[in-house]
């Protein structure tokens, strides 16, 4: 009888403990990505528009770690053709104001390269290690963050798209 009565004591502790409820559970961010290998940048341009949207998966925690769901795009064109990729994935990311986080994602990859060539996609597995800064925090928990991705995604037709990525993040 102790260990259930210790149990719960335990667990209301840890519950009375739990990080705040936040207003970090949707995220939405906007930038560049540039892909790190030269044919990946004849065809899809030196810089291309990235976006990427992260839903939480979880609520308040002892530890400050969340459960995301992700969206991942980039997409440009240059020289008569265009490299694109969508991607769907799950994460895990810390809610403290300077934060890392990685997520695995499925991807579907397309590549343009002109008429002489032709396109070519393909799906495969993918990641993104991520690390940001919260620049401008707002009333509620949300905020505005600088964040910088490393993209590691599937080879198509013998390009590599992987690169880095550059963004602002909205937190709501």
């Not at 009888?1 to 009375?16: E, Q, W």
């Not at 291309?48 to 992700?70: C, H, M, R, T, Y």
Request: aromatic residues 8%; hydrophobic residues 45%; glycine residues 16%.
């Amino acid at each position: 009888m102790y260990k259930l009565f210790f149990a719960v004591a335990v667990a209301l502790t840890l519950t009375s403990l739990a990080v705040p409820a936040r207003a970090d559970s949707i995220g939405i961010s906007v930038g560049e990505a540039i892909p790190f290998q030269a044919p990946a940048r004849a065809i899809g341009g030196t810089s291309q528009l990235n976006l990427g949207a992260d839903l939480s998966l979880s609520g308040a925690k002892v530890i400050p770690i969340k459960a995301v769901l992700l969206f991942d795009y980039a997409g440009g064109s240059a020289n008569a053709g265009s490299l694109n990729d969508y991607g769907l994935g799950l994460g895990a990311r810390l809610t403290t104001p300077l934060y890392v986080g990685a997520g695995a994602f499925l991807y579907d990859v397309n590549a343009n390269q002109g008429a002489a060539i032709g396109s070519h996609s393909t799906n495969g597995f993918g990641a993104n290690i991520f690390v940001g800064e919260r620049i401008l925090p707002l009333p509620g928990g949300a905020g505005i963050s600088a964040q910088i991705t490393y993209r590691q995604l599937p080879l198509v037709n013998g390009i590599n798209p992987s690169g880095v990525g550059f963004a602002l993040r909205g937190s709501f």
